[in-house]
Nanobody, 122 residues
C-alpha cells in the first residue's frame, strides 16, 4: 500500500506560479504511476496529469498543457506539479493519486491523498 500526502496549496494571483508536492510512503514508490486530479466547486473530479512508473514522461489534460509540469523524484518518494500561468479556473482541490504499475495514458488510481486546496485570484 501507499499513503499520499499533498502540500503546497494556498492563494495565488492569476498569472502566478505554484508548486504542489505529494509525498508517498512505502518502499515501492518507483513502481507506481502517479497522478493529479482536481475538483472545483460544484464540478466533478477531473484528471490533470499523470506520470508513468517506468519513466519520467507525463501526460496532461488539454487545459493545462504548456502550463503545468509534473515530475517525480523516486529517491524522495515525491511527485511535483509545477503550475505556471495560473488562471482562476485552475482553482480547485488538487488530489494526488497512485496506481501500481499504471500507465500515464490510462491512469486508474486506487490510492488517493486527502487533497490540497488552492485558489487563483483574478
Amino acid at each position: 500500500q501507499v499513503q499520499l500526502v499533498e502540500s503546497g496549496g494556498g492563494l495565488v494571483q492569476a498569472g502566478g506560479s505554484l508548486r504542489l508536492s505529494c509525498a508517498a510512503s512505502g518502499r515501492t514508490f518507483s513502481s507506481y504511476a502517479m497522478g493529479w486530479f482536481r475538483q472545483a466547486p460544484g464540478k466533478e473530479r477531473e484528471f490533470v496529469a499523470a506520470i508513468g512508473w517506468s519513466n519520467g514522461n507525463a501526460a496532461y489534460t488539454d487545459s493545462v498543457k504548456g502550463r503545468f509540469t509534473m515530475s517525480r523524484d523516486n529517491a524522495q518518494n515525491t511527485v511535483y506539479l509545477q503550475m505556471n500561468s495560473l488562471k482562476p479556473e485552475d482553482t480547485a482541490v488538487y488530489y494526488c493519486a497512485a496506481e501500481y504499475r499504471g500507465s500515464r495514458w490510462s491512469f486508474n488510481p486506487n490510492y488517493w491523498g486527502q487533497g490540497t486546496q488552492f485558489t487563483v485570484s483574478s
